[in-house]
T-cell receptor
Framework: KNEVEQSPQNLTAQEGEFITINCSYS?????LHWLQQHPGGGIVSLFM???GKKKHGRLIATINIQEKHSSLHITASHPRDSAVYIC????????????FGRGTQLTVWP | DAGVTQSPTHLIKTRGQQVTLRCSPK?????VSWYQQALGQGPQFIFQ???????QRGNFPDRFSGHQFPNYSSELNVNALLLGDSALYLC?????????????FGQGTRLTVV
């Protein structure tokens, strides 16, 4: 079983919709990362969080340490948000190594 | 400030050949990690280099080896290529001086083994 599980695997939305991607993990972590990967392959870090909530523009990330769960929300989705969103965790004992979920393919239609 | 740079961007090799991929970390970063991402999967950790030594290793065979140079750049070598080695290879750099450190990724090298 993977240490990090994401859902859904695929997500289709209409422009303007509110989107939620979920991530759960089964190990102790030092931080949780939300990453974005476009078709070209490069990965961009969206958030790194270890507690509470962070907001950047239309993106909001929350984490519940007790429940070992995190969510990424996109408000007023836009076709340019179409990408793979990946949840990953770092563990204090493993010096920055990332453990990844499989990713969520998001497609936003105009 | 250049971020993480990887070369080449694309590569086609034949089964049994050897390949070398290169990564230059973001300025100020001293730790380089390599990941393999098969199509439709999340990246899998190969190994991590710090102070020119392999510090951690994932579940990859010895055909996968690496090196880190004094300027912190790194190479990933794969010997005796198999069709299953076809994947996107990602390099990430980070700073050992920070406990929770954001990772920065290169654009990746797309390796196709035929």
């Amino acid at each position: 079983k993977n240490e990090v599980e994401q859902s859904p695997q695929n997500l289709t939305a209409q422009e303007g919709e509110f989107i939620t991607i979920n991530c759960s993990y089964s190990v102790g972590i030092s931080a949780l990362h939300w990453l974005q990967q476009h078709p070209g392959g490069g990965i961009v870090s969206l958030f790194m969080l270890s507690s509470g909530k962070k907001k950047h523009g239309r993106l909001i990330a929350t984490i519940n340490i007790q429940e070992k769960h995190s969510s990424l929300h996109i408000t007023a989705s836009h076709p340019r948000d179409s990408a793979v969103y990946i949840c990953a965790v770092t563990r204090g004992s493993t010096l920055g190594r990332l453990y990844f979920g499989r990713g969520t393919q998001l497609t936003v239609w105009p | 400030d250049a971020g993480v740079t990887q070369s080449p961007t694309h590569l086609i090799k034949t089964r049994g050949q050897q390949v070398t991929l290169r990564c230059s970390p973001k300025s100020g970063h001293d730790t380089v990690s390599w990941y393999q991402q098969a199509l439709g999967q999340g990246p899998q950790f190969i190994f991590q280099y710090y102070e020119e030594e392999e510090r951690q290793r994932g579940n990859f065979p010895d055909r996968f080896s690496g090196h880190q140079f004094p300027n912190y750049s790194s190479e990933l070598n794969v010997n005796a290529l198999l069709l299953g080695d076809s994947a996107l290879y990602l390099c990430a750099s980070s700073s050992s001086g920070q406990f929770n450190t954001e990772a920065f990724f290169g654009q990746g090298t797309r390796l196709t083994v035929v």
